[in-house]
């Protein structure tokens, strides 16, 4: 607890420390607010999941940056020591009450300073650079996300466990959207990318874009790093707003009915889950395919198993789980009258 209470001095000090210098408040556009969008309207949204309990807490800072220029104020500032999702919503543009100038949001910056006594940076830089007869320019990140995401889509966010260190990464969304990396507990890291991670520069010193670099060249720059680096957390990129949700896995084999495993992979509890479970084919029973319960209470690293009972039919089908208003996850099966084979 004490080691807590200084963490979260220490991440007040340092966010006063960050914002004072900088002169200009802003207040971003019409979809600043996550509360203004409902549903499952489209809004560009940011995320950002600590999920590694090798480190204690710290501070998380996201920026909307204007080619790498932070603009303040932030769009979220707080200390994290727990598996929640923090997300927000990613405006156009951010206005400056009494001057007229307004700054474009091209890109994002997620800033994770490590509890006491680390005390080490990560830096995640999230961008789409495009070339043209102008050279390297960097897009609106807001319209990006949407005209490119269909769903919610997390990457790896890398680190050092070592104190004290500073590492910097610059990922490129336009070469990550063809090329995803791939999630693994560690990486191996040589002169700043890696196999394993497409689209990302990884280094020592902060991000810089050369609009002048080569139609061939990466336009960020930093010193690169070499070594090894950790999984703490997921970065996430959504034209949606979001919400953290239990794992779903649905059963597979043969039996009588379907079931599924409503998993808890976070460090809070959930409370009261409604869940339905929707076989879709030539169904005769239970009406309309589909059985619904609730979950009351769902324990940090528990797991609840949910069954649609007997089912009758014939031939192909689909399962689909959905647990509040999260993801849902499909299977296919196939059905000879009570019994049910769900496929891998």
Request: with cysteine; proline share 8%; hydrophobic share 35%.
């Amino acid at each position: 607890m004490k080691k807590k209470v200084v963490g979260i001095l220490v991440c007040t000090l340092l966010i006063a420390a960050t914002v004072l210098p900088v002169a200009r408040t802003g207040e971003s556009d019409e979809r600043k607010n996550n509360e203004s969008s409902s549903g499952m309207q489209p809004v560009p949204t940011w995320g950002y999941h600590f999920k590694n309990d090798i480190v204690a807490g710290g501070c998380l800072m996201v920026w909307a940056t204007e080619n790498c220029r932070r603009i303040c104020p932030a769009l979220f500032m707080g200390y994290i020591d727990e598996c929640t999702l923090y997300s927000g919503v990613i405006p156009d543009t951010i206005s400056h009450p009494g001057d007229p100038t307004v700054d474009i949001v091209n890109d994002i910056i997620y800033e994770f300073v490590w509890d006491y006594h680390c005390n080490n940076l990560d830096s995640y830089k999230y961008a789409a650079p495009t070339y043209g007869p102008g050279g390297w320019e960097l897009v609106p990140i807001g319209g990006f996300i949407l005209e490119n995401y269909e769903n919610a889509t997390y990457y790896p966010n890398v680190a050092l466990c070592d104190p004290p260190y500073h590492l910097y990464t610059a990922v490129r969304a336009d070469v990550i959207l063809e090329n995803p990396p791939i999630v693994q507990d560690e990486y191996y890291i040589e002169d700043g990318i890696c196999e394993d991670l497409p689209g990302y520069l990884i280094g020592t010193t902060p991000i810089t874009f050369n609009s002048q670099a080569g139609p061939d060249e990466n336009p960020f720059e930093t010193t690169p790093f070499t070594g090894m680096v950790i999984n703490v957390g997921e970065v996430a990129i959504s034209p949606h707003p979001l919400e953290y949700c239990p794992e779903i896995e649905i059963q597979t084999g043969t039996g009588i009915g379907a079931s599924a495993i409503i998993r808890n992979t976070c460090t809070e509890a959930f409370t009261n889950l409604v869940w339905s479970m929707v076989i879709e084919g030539n169904i005769f029973y239970p009406p309309g395919g589909t059985r619904t319960g609730s979950i009351s209470s769902l324990a940090p690293g528990a797991q609840v198993k949910i069954k649609s009972g007997l089912v009758l039919g014939f031939g192909h089908a689909v399962i689909t789980v959905t647990v509040d208003d999260c993801e849902p996850v499909s299977a296919d099966a196939t059905i000879r009258l009570f019994l049910v084979s769900v496929q891998g």
